[in-house]
């Protein structure tokens, strides 16, 4: 029981330091929607889901391949930490010197191949990520270490302080400098000499100033690296990544296509407003994607180093059902409360509330995040096998699934086609991934009670929805009764984890 506990420790930690980041994040939210149409918060979501994209490539599947190297060559650690850096360094220099020729007709090909007025400003934002893409490949795998190490507070810190500047510097251009201009402060004079009024461009600036203090706060890991090059461990680990890279990538795909396909599938005169109010909307199943999140930075590494333990296996069932149980109430939660977190995106003027339009895919996008976190969960087993082959054929299931289905009817049903969309590859993967793993690297997982929790969750989130049409008291009455019902079935394991035992 001490080993679930150390797990649920370390997670917790993590949980912590990502909702802290994520909370002052989503403060931005409210003010990103009242400050920006719909129209131009579309760009907003349109550029930082293609920065996903490449940033999966950039990365290079390198993070995983780190933990299970580690754990595979212990007396090769250094070499490990070295070789997997060196990787992710000769990417980024050749996506840096390929990109920075290009960022016009990268800027043209984004637009869908139109000039207009705004190409200039494209170009200035595909430099912008250009440069926030390289810092933040290059701070994976230092990442990696100070997880690997079992500092989460560290990670934490670092994390919060990125996310602290960002949304710093955010403030400032938004709220601080339009005061200063406005009241004629000390220094509004030169101010106004470039200051832009509503450019969204300053969005991007202050990511990438946080990326930079982030990767400087990361010098002592990378003073740690010796750079040397081991060929044959390079080769192994490289045939390792391949398939994680390309898995990845599948799953970026599946995150973000949907709002390229938006950008790119509707007329010119509604798509960027649709994306503007989808991409909304999907900032509300934030916190759902927080415990996910978090979930992973904690699992993955300690996966890894409990392989080869011999009840192993038992641990990560009991994980599982814990996990299950976990995203099930935030489920429930978020969508028994939906109408008190709309409030965080009313928009503003002619644009007030707009975005509201969109909240029928919150409930489903929150679904399919729920078994996208599941996927996670159960995705550990090719890794730990060395069968990562596996993750590529799961993850290209899924991204063919989410391209076709995306194809076909994103032009007739919109925002609520990707949401729909995003959930069936999701489902596919998540049951593609239990049943290869089962035949491959069997895990002892409690099947019908996780079913259980996931169904009965699924039906109190349409009464709550559907039936009592977002009532709050009904919601959180069937909130608290499901939580309630829960915990009276899992009383034993409960008392046990209380227990210490």
Sequence with gaps: MSTLKKFAGQTAIYGLSTILARLLNFILTPLFVKVYPAKVYGIFTYMFSVASMVN?????????????????????????????????????????????????????????????????????????????????????????????????????????????????LNLIFIIVIPLMLKNHWAGAESISSWYRPGWVGYVFISNLVASAITLL???????????????????????????????????????????????????????????????????????????????????EPFFFSHAKNKNSGETYSRIMTWFVIGVCLIFVGLVANIEILKYFIPGDGNQKFIYWSGLDVVPILLFGYVSLGIYMNLSIWYKLSDQTRYGLYISGAGAIVTVVLNLIFIPKYSYMAAAWVSLTAYVTMMVLSYILGQKNYPIPYDLKKNIAYLLSSAVVVYLSYVIFHRNLIAGNALLLAFAAITAFAERKELKQLLANR
């Design 217 to 299: 706060l990361l010098i002592p890991e990378l003073s740690q690296l010796k750079l040397s090059f081991d060929r044959q461990l390079s080769k192994e680990m490289f045939l390792y990544s391949l398939p994680v890279l390309i898995a990845n990538m599948s799953f970026i795909i599946n995150e973000n296509i949907d709002k390229f396909f938006l950008g790119r599938l509707l007329p010119v005169g509604i798509s960027e407003q649709q994306l503007g109010i989808y991409g909304a909307c999907c900032k509300l199943a934030i916190f759902l994607s927080i415990f996910v999140q978090a979930f992973r930075l904690g699992a």
């Design 56 to 168: 999966a490539v950039l990365a290079f599947g390198m993070e995983t391949t780190f933990f299970r190297y580690l754990n595979k060559y212990e007396d090769k650690k250094e070499k490990v930490y070295s070789n997997t850096f060196l990787t992710v360094l000769t990417i980024s220099i050749i996506f840096l010197a390929f990109t920075t020729l290009f960022p016009t007709d990268i800027a043209i090909w984004l637009q869908d191949g139109k000039i207009t007025t705004t190409v200039t400003d494209y170009v200035r934002f595909v430099k912008y990520f250009i440069y926030i893409l390289v810092l933040d490949a290059l701070a994976v795998i230092p990442f990696a270490k100070v997880r690997a190490d079992g500092r989460p507070i560290r990670y934490g810190i670092i994390k919060a302080v990125n996310i602290v500047v960002f949304v710093g």
